[in-house]
């Protein structure tokens, strides 16, 4: 009997002592991941404090780029070299190439649809150019320019729109 009352008291005492460890265990464990968790909400904070201002002038870059492709600014500010349409087509196509590739490493810091209907613009304002340079009417630079002008009275340029979506994604940021 000696024995068994031994053996029951080392149960009675190793059992408060299994359930406190587990208790500790347990308690430390979700310590540890609130703790991680709150040092990921911490970082990411951080993150998103600092990469606001790039992410603004991304869509600012972005809005001037498609200000500057709009068709009848891109008309005034591009001037034919010579009374050719095809040299002068080409200047304009060249010269919206060069501000979207320009502003190429903006992408990273806009969402992927923005950066869609961004490009969709940009192609959309190279299909009108050259649209125009295929009428019956177009035979030099500056009927280009007429005909395209024209064009853009009758609709909104292809920028608006992506304008439009960039104005929207980055009210969402508030």
Known sequence: MDLETKLIDALLYAIPAVITGLVAYYFFKEHTKNEDGRRRFLLQKDMQVNSMPLRLQAYERMAIFLERITPSKLIVRVSPTSSN???????LIANIEQEF???????????????????????????????SSLSEKTDTA????????????DKRAPSDAALSYIKQEVSKMW
Request: proline share 0%; aromatic share 6%; charged share 30%.
């Open 85 to 91: 349409k095809d040299n002068y087509e080409s200047l």
């Open 142 to 153: 500056d009927k280009l320019r007429e005909v395209v002008l024209n064009e853009m009275m």
């Open 101 to 131: 590739e320009h502003n190429l490493s903006q992408q990273i810091y806009i969402s992927d649809e923005c950066w869609s209907i961004i490009t969709a613009a940009k192609n959309a304002t190279i299909q009108l150019i050259r649209k």
